[in-house]
């Protein structure tokens, strides 16, 4: 992206998606309404950049054309061969996710401290779910007092559904990445 001045307002709503997507891995652990709520948010940010400062050049991209073409393949197969409105009230705002990713560039590009924030971010929720884990494993409950230990299943600050380890096994190769990065 070209390099581009910002008023005060913008750079306040550039370090406002900045601290969104850095609080993304809380909020992937308090459930899917504050993560889809911050992807959205960054996604209309986005948008809202690119019309006012005219970066429609963002989006004449190999990677973004791929998307689009694998979005209108998902909603058309949503909506002809499967009918199942379930699936097509997910498929339809599926677009906010390739929105998300050419945010992602426009705040690495925009925004120095970005990833070495997002790295301490990562870790701090990393240290505290890998303790809290431990603790409810010797303790019967996690460390505010919930009880979520099923069928000898940790499940930390993600309840019942116990997916700690899923967490940490899908957020370890950006951790790993960052780490080695920098």
Do not use: C, Q, W
Not at 133 to 146: M, Q, T, V
Request: net charge positive; aromatic share 24%; charged share 10%.
């Amino acid at each position: 992206m070209k390099n581009l001045s910002f008023t005060n307002n913008e750079n306040f709503l550039i370090n406002f998606i900045s601290y969104l997507v850095i609080l993304l891995p809380f909020f992937l652990v308090s459930g899917p309404f504050l993560s889809d709520l911050a992807i959205s948010m960054v996604s209309l940010i986005f948008i809202y950049f690119v019309f006012k400062k005219k970066l429609f050049y963002v989006f004449n991209n190999l990677y973004f054309k791929i998307f689009i073409l694998f979005y209108v393949y998902i909603v058309l197969n949503s909506f002809f061969i499967n009918i199942n409105f379930d699936s097509l009230k997910i498929s339809i705002f599926y677009f906010r996710f390739g929105f998300f990713v050419l945010a992602l560039i426009f705040i690495l590009e925009n925004n120095e401290n970005f990833l070495r924030s997002f790295l301490i971010s990562l870790v701090i929720s990393y240290i505290i779910l890998i303790l809290d884990g431990y603790f409810e494993y010797f303790n019967g409950s996690n460390i505010i007092g919930l009880k979520t230990l099923t069928h000898n299943r940790v499940g930390s600050f993600f309840g019942e559904e116990a997916i700690l380890g899923s967490y940490l096994s899908r957020m370890f190769p950006i951790l790993f990445a960052l780490y080695i990065f920098f």
